[in-house]
Every structure is written in C-alpha cells, then in structure tokens.
C-alpha cells in the first residue's frame, strides 16, 4: 500500500476549507431584494458588511483549523494511498476539533 503525498495532502485538505469559507461568504452577500435601515432599531449591516465581520470574528477558528489540517496532513498522508481521501479526512476532522479547542479556551477563559 502506497502513500499519499503530505503535500497533495494538505493542500486537499486546505482547498476545502477555503471552499466552505467561500461558499458562507458568498451565501451571506447574496440577498433577493434591496436592504433598507429605515425601520432599524441599533446597527443595519448590509450582507456583505456582515460577511466581513463574521469573517473576521472567526478568524481565530479559521486559522486554528488551518493549523490541525496540516498536522493531520502527515500522519493522515502516512496510513492511507489517497491524497484526496486523506486531505478531505483532515478537513473533516478539523472542524469538530477547532470547535472543541474554542469551547475549551471560552470556559478556561471563564
């Protein structure tokens, strides 16, 4: 049984990450009608004003889910002959980790 390429790897494994952050984005900014802020109480964010700014809220996730996809490249790379099996693997496993990392770094900072 082959490996697959740690490079190929993380590079599955980024590019869908970069995929689903993209889709959010460009589901947030799409909107069927005019936003008016007649009939706002406090702020009025356009959608795409509030792409950018849950954009940069999340970034900290982000970046931390950027950084266990390439941790998880290398021995995901070693154990299975598919690049792309292994990198879409990193990125799935990715997500709930980051999120527990989140959670844990709220209640600690608690």
Do not use: H, K, N
Request: with cysteine.
């Amino acid at each position: 049984m082959g490996e697959a390429s740690y490079r190929t790897t993380a590079l599955v494994g980024l590019g869908w990450l970069v995929t689903v952050v993209t889709a959010v984005i460009a589901g947030a900014v799409q909107s069927a009608g005019e936003q008016t802020c007649d009939d706002a109480t406090s702020w009025c964010l356009t959608p795409g004003e509030a792409a950018v700014l849950g954009l940069a809220l999340a970034s900290p996730v982000l970046l931390a889910m950027i950084i266990i996809v390439l941790v998880l490249a290398g021995p995901f790379a070693r154990r299975l002959p598919s690049a792309p099996l292994a990198g879409t693997l990193a990125a799935v496993v990715a997500v709930p980790v980051a999120g527990a990392l989140g959670g844990l770094v709220l209640v600690v900072a608690r």
